[in-house]
Every structure is written in structure tokens, then in C-alpha cells.
């Protein structure tokens, strides 16, 4: 049997938010011997363990512990098993989704695999936040929250788990979720992997801020001491790593999102590093399912079909075969709806070039992937091709860049959207003037906005509303001025218009400003990804397995010895039912003739949601809008007018610097159109065109969440 000598370690105890002691004492290098055999290697192969322990002394320095090791009864992976079929449920699309997904997937939704994905830019930057007030912290706390209950069901059905809550600090969101485990009385192994952390080394990596410019605009790196986190996307490798180590939870810093759920495809399918027509499609599966219930009839165009469900909504699981081909549904019995439309859309979300899309592990296209109906609540997916990956991770680093704040009012009345400007700017015009009184300086940028008017989203007022919210929003360098400006608002309801009647929420709070900072490091720069291990029985932990993330990385097959599942599979190795699916997109619920007709009778204007689903974010400060044709015979039609000036003039008012009356033709060089002829979809891409973006956007629409019901207005010409 496995010996698993400590060579430093310490029971946790307490509550889930550990000290820094507490954490290095945990994560120390632990030694582990028995030949070949060591605990969750090919010659044990556990998913999930049961440990019976027998202590030769009580976990301190250099103590030996005894652990005889039996494989959960379950159907759950076997590490070096080669199944046809691997199941993946996400629970989580950003940090703050639904408490009930994570029960409903584990419960209802027959998976192997449950994945959340919390991570974002501004997540980041609020992490790093948390770290700065107290070290022990920096990951996303409800994680383990949402962990704790169902850790006795993850063990009984033998469900693995991976997430990249570990935020800025991998290491501490693992020790705690170490600590639940050990109070509930659930032993499992609890992996943490690090490495993606650039900050530390960000001087001597980067040979001198000078050397690096940011990969969209061109910028210098800001000063280093306004960077608050600087994290590389790393890729599926390091979390295949700990699978195949018997992690039964894995835990990881910045990640692309895919990568979480493309790690145990990668480890039970028997993908090599080179596989990359299946690394593309199951990058492509983890991208679908992300966003959690995005893709199961969440923020859909058709939201009305979908609305009676929300209360349930249902969570996505992929269904990945080893040839590449997948299923996408969810549980039974919930709410939503699993649609070739629901699917596409989210197929096209924030993808920039789908020709291109440039991930870690595989260079992705997929412009000819293949999506049919294949029953109710399932789609079919296929088609996903790949190349080898780039030389560099792109690395995001946020920084701080002054403070803001944001103010909400609701104007009643006649003339309600013009007195909630002329409030708004009063506002901002006195408190200037206390700015110059006290040496102070000016506002950095301001917004106002008559919320409900439609001058925000559509760049045109309506007449008349008879109520409107007032959207007031600023910056300034000093937090001392926006903090005199937030006591300046509430005066308004009393000596300005009338109609205004509450501040929402109470006097605004200042908040600092981070900025996105994008940029691409050579992959050779950056020291190998860590996996560090722990046994929730016993303390302890880090295996450094450098070798085989390296070689990944490169592309290379390594030997099983190494841990590697690397036997290519025959492009007929597998059958599956998705093969021969037409291309394109089909609906039943389309008047395909009707609209048809339109078009060759001509003389009528259709907006593009008669023709299209539509669906949009961002990417950085870059709007990015999909559409999909909702019948192919639709495609030629977008494609002869969904055109670079088309999307110009109907987006004029969102591009950064473009004064009022901006002629398209000019903004027209600003816009992206990318076509995906396999799904008969277009993806628009708006460069500059959310204000700076996430939280350094002062816009009511920071991300572009609606540009796409935008561009849905957009009016077609009926002619043929």
C-alpha cells in the first residue's frame, strides 16, 4: 500500500477562511512512494477515495502516514480508463450565479464531470481587492459555500469537480474547501493549481515595462504600482494533470473558461496534446455550456418561449464523445429550453474571429461546426476543427485608474426625460465649481443619461415619456471629489425639478476604477503551472509535474508512463450520430415562405429579428455582436446586408470618440464582419465601443449586453 510521508504539516482548523499559516502549512511538498503506484496513478486509478488511515504519528514534520486506498463504488471516471462518452454540467456562468444549479446538475443532470466558471476581468480586480485586505483571501468564497452540502452526494455518485474559484489565491480557496471537507467527514484528495499569477515576476519577465504594449491598442504598460492583478490564460493542461493525479476537486487561478470543462475530456478520452480537431470541440462544448444557463434558453431572442420556465431553469450539460462530437442538453424536468437556437447563439458569444480563436491548448475554427435538433431539449454539435496553438498566453492585468460613482433617480412627469438631464448636468456643473474651490480638479468623464428614453440604446430619444431614471455617472482622480458630489444629488429632488422622487438605494458610494490591461507573453517566459495536493485526511501537499504540462503545451504526445493519455483515435474510431448532420440551422417555428415571399415582392422593410437570432458582449472594450440566420435561407440575405456600414450607421452613438452626426462612413472601419457558414451566422465585431468597458465604463451598457437586441431592429430591405 501507497506510504505518503509529510514532510511538514499541521491540521486546519476553523473556519473556511484560513490565516496565511494555516495555508503554507497545509500546501507543503509532500513525498509519495510505492513504486509506480502513487495514490490516483494508473496502477491505483481512483476517481474518488476512501480512506482507511492508519497514523504512525499525528501529521507533524517528517511523521509517515499509512493510507490504504479503495476506489468509490460509482460510475464515476477511472483515471486511465478510455470511455466513448465523458458527461460535463456547469453550474456557475460568472461568480454570483444561482445557489440551486450545482444540486439541480448533480442530482437531475447524470454527470461525470461538474464544472463552474466564475472568472472575469473585473472579477479579477475585485479579488485582488480582497487579497490587499486580507491574504487569506482573493477567491470566490461562495464556492465553498455552495461545496459544503453536497459533498456527501459528490462522493456517493462519484462526481468530480472543477473550478476556477480560486481567483487570485488558488492556494487558500483549496485549503478551505479542504477544512469543509474534513468537518464533514468526506475524505477526498483537493488539488489547487497555481502558476498563472504574473504579478510577482512581472519586472523581470517583461525585461522593462518599455517592452510591453498593450495587444489592442498598442499602450505601454501602466505603472507597475497601479497594477492590482496581472494573470495569464492558462489552458486544460495542469487540471488534466491533477485528474490523472486523483484530485477529485480541482481548484485553479485565471484559466481560459473552456479549459475547465476540456481538462477531463482531455483526460478521459484519450486526447494527445496534438489532437486538435478535438481539442477544438471540446473547447468548443466548454464555451457553450460557460455561461451556465446561457445556453439553455437564458437572455434568448425568442425570450418569450422560454419565460415560463425561468423560475426552474435548467443547467447545460455536454454529453463529449471521443471523436469530437457532442450532445448538448439539460436535466429533465426544468425549466428553459436546450434549441439549435438557444445553442448557436451562444456559439457566437464574444468569439471574436471564429476562424481564429486563439486559445492555450489549440488555435479554434469554427466555421463549419454543424448543430441539428436531435430531440427535445438536445442538440447536436459536430464539425469543430483546430491547429496547433500559439507560442504566447495572453495575459490580462487590471490597474487602478481614479475612483466613480453612479447615481439613480426616477423623474416623473411631463418633459420627464428633458428635466432629468438638465438635473443631471446641473449637478455636474455645481459640483465643479466646488472642485475649483477647494484645488480639487476636474471631473475625468461624465455620462448622463435619461434612462427610458431610448437615447442610450439607440442613440435616439423618444418624444415624450412621462418617466425616466436619471443615470448620473463621473470620475475624478480624487476620491475626496466624488465623495462631495455624492451629498450634492439628494439636494436635487429639492431645488431643481420636479418629479424626482427618491434615490434608489440611498447616497451613492465611491468606488475605484480598474482598468483592462491585455498583452501577450511568450509561453517559455512564464515558470511551469503547479499542481499542489492534499488528502483531506491528512495535511499536506504539492506535486510539481512541469515535464508534462510543458509537453502539452508544445504539442507533443508523452508516454502513459508520464501520465498522458495519448493514442490517437482514428477518425473512424468512433461512430456517431451527429456525422452527416445537415449544415446550417433549422427552426420549425420560421415562416420561411412568408418571408421569402417579402424579398421577392420587395417594398418592405423587415427588422433583422424576423430573419435572425441575435446575441452580443464584449471583448475588452470591443462590442461584439452575433447573429444567426433562423433558417439557412436566411444567410444570404444577412450577408448581403449586414455589412461594415450597415453596422456602422446603426450603431454610431456607442463608438468611443465619434462625435454626433458622425459620418458611418468613417465608423466603418471600426467594425469586424466574420461569417460562420456552418451555423449560416455572422459575428460583428465593434471595435471601441463600450467606453472604456466593465467597470471603467461609466455607460448604462457597459459589456454590450444589449447590443444584440440592437441590432435587432436593424432594417432589412425586402428586395430580392
Not at 41 to 46: D, E, I, K, L
Not at 109 to 129: C, H, K, P, Q
Request: glycine fraction near 10%.
Amino acid at each position: 500500500m501507497p506510504v505518503l510521508r509529510v514532510v511538514r504539516g499541521s491540521s486546519l482548523r476553523g473556519a473556511p477562511f484560513l490565516s496565511n499559516h494555516q495555508i503554507r502549512r497545509c500546501y507543503q511538498t509532500i513525498v509519495v512512494s510505492s513504486a509506480r503506484n502513487d495514490v490516483g496513478s494508473p496502477g491505483v486509478g481512483a476517481v474518488g477515495l476512501q480512506m482507511a488511515t492508519r497514523r504512525q504519528a499525528k501529521c507533524q514534520a517528517g511523521a509517515a502516514v499509512t493510507l490504504s486506498v479503495k476506489r468509490w463504488s460509482s460510475a464515476a471516471a477511472v483515471t486511465g480508463s478510455k470511455r466513448d462518452v465523458v458527461r460535463v454540467g456547469c453550474a456557475s456562468g460568472f461568480w454570483g450565479d444561482t445557489a440551486v444549479a450545482a444540486p439541480q446538475l448533480v442530482r437531475s443532470g447524470e454527470i461525470d464531470y461538474l464544472v463552474f466558471d466564475y472568472l472575469s476581468e473585473i472579477t479579477m480586480s475585485l479579488l485582488a481587492r480582497m487579497r490587499e485586505r486580507n491574504h487569506a483571501l482573493g477567491y470566490c468564497p461562495d464556492f465553498v459555500r455552495t461545496m459544503e452540502p453536497l459533498l456527501p452526494e459528490l462522493r456517493e455518485r462519484g462526481v468530480r469537480v472543477i473550478a476556477n474559484a480560486g481567483g487570485v489565491n488558488p492556494l487558500a480557496c483549496a485549503a478551505a474547501l479542504q477544512e469543509v471537507a474534513r468537518a464533514s467527514g468526506v475524505p477526498l484528495r483537493i488539488a489547487a493549481v497555481t502558476g498563472d499569477d504574473v504579478l510577482p515576476r512581472l519586472v523581470s519577465l517583461t525585461d522593462g515595462a518599455a517592452e510591453v504594449r498593450e495587444m489592442f491598442t498598442g499602450k505601454p504598460l501602466p505603472e507597475l504600482s497601479s497594477l492590482r492583478s496581472v494573470n495569464a490564460y492558462l489552458g486544460a493542461a495542469p487540471i488534466v494533470r491533477a485528474l490523472e493525479r486523483g484530485a477529485d476537486i480541482v481548484v485553479t487561478g485565471r484559466c481560459v473558461d473552456s479549459a475547465c470543462t476540456l481538462a477531463p475530456m482531455v483526460h478521459e478520452l484519450g486526447w494527445g496534446g496534438a489532437d486538435y480537431d478535438r481539442l477544438s470541440a471540446g473547447s468548443l462544448a466548454g464555451h457553450i455550456v460557460e455561461c451556465g444557463a446561457q445556453s439553455t434558453g437564458g437572455i434568448f431572442s425568442d425570450w418569450a418561449s422560454t419565460a415560463d420556465g425561468w423560475s426552474t431553469m435548467g443547467f447545460p450539460v455536454v454529453d463529449m464523445r471521443r471523436d469530437g462530437s457532442f450532445r448538448v442538453r439539460k436535466p429533465e424536468g426544468t425549466g428553459g429550453k436546450v434549441s439549435v437556437g438557444t445553442v448557436c447563439e451562444q456559439l457566437v458569444y464574444e468569439i471574436g474571429d471564429p476562424a481564429a480563436y486563439h486559445l492555450p491548448d489549440v488555435t479554434a475554427d469554427w466555421t463549419q461546426v454543424r448543430v441539428r435538433q436531435a430531440g427535445p431539449d438536445v442538440v447536436a454539435v459536430s464539425g469543430a476543427r483546430g491547429s496547433a496553438p500559439s507560442d504566447t498566453f495572453k495575459v490580462s492585468a487590471t490597474y487602478s485608474d481614479g475612483y466613480r460613482v453612479t447615481a439613480l433617480a426616477p423623474v416623473f412627469g411631463p418633459d420627464a426625460a428633458a428635466k432629468a438631464r438638465h438635473t443631471g448636468r446641473a449637478i455636474l456643473q455645481r459640483c465643479s465649481g466646488i472642485f475649483r474651490a477647494l484645488g480639487l480638479g476636474e471631473f475625468q468623464e461624465t455620462c448622463v443619461h435619461a434612462l427610458g428614453s431610448g437615447e442610450a440604446h439607440t442613440g435616439r430619444a423618444n418624444a415624450h415619456p412621462s418617466e425616466v431614471t436619471l443615470w448620473l455617472a463621473a470620475t475624478h482622480s480624487n476620491k475626496r471629489a466624488l465623495q462631495l458630489m455624492c451629498g450634492e444629488i439628494a439636494p436635487a429632488a429639492t431645488g431643481m425639478a420636479p418629479g424626482i422622487t427618491a434615490l434608489p438605494g440611498g447616497r451613492p458610494k465611491v468606488s475605484p476604477v480598474f482598468r483592462l490591461f491585455s498583452f501577450l507573453l511568450p509561453k517559455g517566459s512564464l515558470p511551469e503551472p503547479r499542481v499542489h495536493l492534499a488528502v483531506s485526511g491528512c495535511d499536506g501537499s504539492a506535486e510539481d509535474d512541469a515535464e508534462a504540462n510543458a509537453a502539452f503545451l508544445r504539442g507533443e504526445e508523452v508516454s502513459r508512463e508520464s501520465s498522458w493519455l495519448t493514442t490517437r483515435l482514428a477518425d473512424d474510431a468512433v461512430s456517431s450520430d451527429v456525422d452527416g448532420a445537415e449544415s446550417g440551422v433549422s427552426s420549425a417555428d420560421v415562416d420561411v415562405s412568408g418571408v421569402l415571399a417579402d424579398v421577392q415582392a420587395g417594398g418592405r422593410v423587415l427588422p433583422l429579428s424576423a430573419l435572425a437570432w441575435t446575441r452580443s458582449g464584449d471583448k475588452g472594450n470591443h462590442g461584439n455582436v452575433g447573429i444567426v440566420a433562423r433558417h439557412p435561407a436566411f444567410f444570404p440575405i444577412l450577408k448581403r446586408h449586414i455589412t461594415a456600414a450597415a453596422v456602422a450607421a446603426h450603431f454610431a452613438h456607442v463608438f468611443d470618440g465619434a462625435e454626433a452626426g458622425a459620418d458611418p462612413r468613417d465608423l466603418a472601419s471600426r467594425v469586424r464582419v466574420y461569417e460562420l457558414p456552418g451555423i449560416c451566422a455572422l459575428n460583428v465585431m465593434l471595435l471601441d465601443s463600450l467606453g472604456g468597458g466593465g467597470v471603467a465604463s461609466l455607460r448604462p451598457d457597459p459589456q454590450g449586453k444589449a447590443y444584440g437586441q440592437h441590432m435587432s431592429t436593424l432594417e432589412i430591405a425586402a428586395t430580392a
